[in-house]
């Protein structure tokens, strides 16, 4: 378990002449052992917090103490090090390698930490047993539901036993059932494991699992409060209509890869067995964003 404290983080960023305040001064707050989830509308700094604290990102200035050791300063290898061995990272489109297995994913960051091979694959079938996924190791990614490749990314960031973990919308890409079924997944890992948690999340289901919401907004947090104090309306709160606006421009996108696709398929660029998995995939995509607006707008 890790304590994470931020104390008075800025981060502008630069693109020529000019400059994008990201966090303004934000402060936060996590005992060890906490789940924490952080919400808020989109640009509002979210990401750019866990990437600092996961030593991904450098602030511009402030302080970030995990277990009493402010990891801004740390030289890179030491920087290396942090975020092999204390850090677990969870991203929303799974970060597997398509040509290795459920099990070779899964030990790729023990390879890299230096563990022994024998010692390795026994945890790999420990870690994949825990997340449910027992019956699929020498399964590929593209042979493995979303729900299934998000439990492998799971495993993946459990693999060194980091005391942190840091999820940026684990559930992003997962249909409204899956999302849920990870959200518990996390609560249980949380529990049984004893890890200190962050996610950065639109999802309620996620939220509501948390121990604290912290709510960010215009690069700082405004607020934090325990799930039994949500407020009526909450979806206004975690950003409903940013969210709106982001899947409905997803939403444009897969419409015009369909419509690529169809042209592709006349011009005989693709075979009829590549359209129809390539069509497939899109639809059910474009289903999960259609079942998420609906429930957003109710």
Known sequence: MSEVVCEDLIK???????????LRGLNLNVSAGEFRAIVGPSGSGKTTLLNII????????GRVYVDGINIVDLPEKKLVEYRRKKVGFVFQ??????????????????????????????????LLRLVGLGDRMQHKPS?????????????????????????????????????????????????ELNK?????????????????????????????FIPAEMKEGVKVEL????RVVELENKKAQILNEIEKL???LSAG?????????????????LNRIEEELTSLRV
């Open 12 to 22: 502008v960023y630069k693109a020529g002449k000019i400059e994008v305040v990201a």
């Open 54 to 61: 996961g030593g991904i990102t450098k602030p511009t200035a």
């Open 93 to 126: 489109f799974f970060n597997l390698v398509p040509t290795l297995t459920a099990l070779e994913n899964v030990e790729l960051p023990m390879i890299l930490a230096g563990m022994p091979r024998e010692k390795r694959k026994q945890r790999a079938v420990e």
């Open 143 to 191: 042979e493995l539901s979303g729900g299934e490749q998000q439990r492998v990314a799971i495993a993946a960031a459990l693999a060194n036993d980091p005391p942190l973990i840091l999820a940026d919308e684990p559930t992003g890409e997962l249909d409204s059932v899956t999302s849920m079924q990870i959200a518990e997944l996390f609560r249980k890992l949380h529990k």
């Open 196 to 224: 200190t948690v962050i996610v950065v999340t639109h999802d309620i289901s996620v939220a509501r699992l948390a121990d604290r919401i912290s709510r960010i907004a215009d690069g700082v947090i405004v607020e934090t």
């Open 239 to 242: 950003g409903v209509h940013e």
């Open 262 to 264: 169809k042209k592709d």
């Open 269 to 285: 660029r693709i075979t009829p067995d590549e359209f129809v998995e390539r069509y497939n995939k899109l639809k059910e995509e």
